[in-house]
């Protein structure tokens, strides 16, 4: 990521355009349209992995992009979170539980950064896969499955993780 990279580029219109998602996946959960909430959750999660996709292809990837990606991750997955939950889908306690601790690996990614003296985004292959299974869990709950028991499964999962990260992102060397 060595030239500058305009922050207007492929990549990160298909990164925006996952906020498009949202107010119908909204409408579909309102009106217990689990077919077409699942949908919009699984287009949501398309977008997610397509974006990088689009970076490498146009060579427009930046330090930017991939800041705006995590914070994309954080709104529409929390979104979905809290849906779901509000909805009766999913239990609250672990959904609540996933937030805090998807806002405590954010805080971390803020400390890190300044620990760089630069803007930068953490590169974690776990966390990857956690933020990946939250769109998952939101799935399974839109399709109408028992998650009680995967979403209170999850919570260890990303606390291990989120103490793994926090290990390497605030004490080992930057």
Known sequence: ????????NPANAVTASRFLT?????????HDERQLATLFIIICGLL????GLVAKLFNCRSAFGELFDAITDAICYGFGLVL???????PWV????????GLSNSGMRVLYAKRLG???NYKSYAMERVVAFTGYLIGFAT????????????????????????????????
Request: glycine letters at 8%; proline letters at 8%.
């Open 1 to 8: 990521m060595d030239k500058v990279v305009s922050p207007w």
């Open 22 to 30: 949202l107010p119908p996946l909204y409408w579909a959960v309102m």
């Open 48 to 51: 997610d992995k397509l974006d």
């Open 84 to 90: 779901v939950a509000a909805h009766g889908w999913a």
């Open 94 to 101: 672990p959904v609540i539980g996933i937030i805090v601790l």
């Open 118 to 120: 630069r803007a930068a």
């Open 143 to 174: 399709g109408g499955m028992e998650v009680t028991y995967f979403y209170w499964l999850f919570l260890p999962v990303m606390g291990i993780t989120l103490l793994h990260d926090a290990k390497r992102m605030l004490l080992d060397p930057v």
